[in-house]
């Protein structure tokens, strides 16, 4: 991550807004906590193009508007790449933000034996595959097999945060990335 800060970079990089996106949020608390604010100032100085999706960022890299992406969707970029789009991923030595896909059943649902049956098969090796293989994502699943040619999650530094403490920080994380990118 810390590369992103050399100057031959400056005005050649996309990122997404912590204030649209989830994704983003989490990513942005993660790097603030294991670098400092200090790289986001440092980083604000680059002329980045801000997005507001996670989506986004790929999409910019891939059609040419921006050659490097400061965060974005691993399972995009796979999509993008296995596409033939001329992209690679570098996962930063310091470690890769690593956002998982939660999913619940409402204290309240209106059916809830259905929904923990919709939670079963979300679940299941035979959809967490096809999302694999399929959706680009990535699987904790036990017999879910990675695809070839991906770096194996095993393999890569993750890091993670509570989301409690993203919650509990959220206006104060925007607050922060939008004094040192003026969006």
């Known amino acids: 991550m810390a590369d992103l800060l050399d100057p031959k970079w400056r005005g050649l990089i996309v990122k997404a807004h912590p204030s649209y996106s989830g994704t983003i949020l989490t990513e942005t608390s993660v790097v603030a906590r294991e670098l400092g604010w200090g790289f986001f100032e440092r980083l604000g100085k680059q002329k980045v193009m801000q997005v507001q999706s996670s989506t986004e960022s790929p999409k910019k890299l891939a059609v040419g508007e921006r050659p490097v992406m400061a965060d974005g969707t691993e399972s995009n970029m796979f999509t993008l790449k296995e596409a033939g789009a001329p992209v690679e991923i570098v996962y930063p030595l310091e470690g890769t933000p690593f956002v998982p896909s939660p999913t619940a059943v409402l204290e309240?649902?209106?059916?809830?034996?259905?929904?923990?049956?919709?939670?079963?098969?979300?679940?299941?090796?035979e959809l967490q595959q096809l999302l694999i293989d399929e959706g680009g994502e990535r699987s904790l699943h036990p017999l879910a097999k990675e695809r070839s040619g991906r770096k194996p999650l095993g393999t890569i530094k993750l890091l993670t945060e509570d989301p409690a403490v993203i919650a509990d920080q959220a206006d104060e994380i925007k607050a922060n990335y939008t004094r040192y990118f003026g969006t």
Not at 110 to 115: C, G, I, K, L, Q
């Open 108 to 125: 309240r649902a209106p059916h809830p034996n259905a929904a923990r049956l919709f939670q079963s098969f979300l679940y299941s090796p």
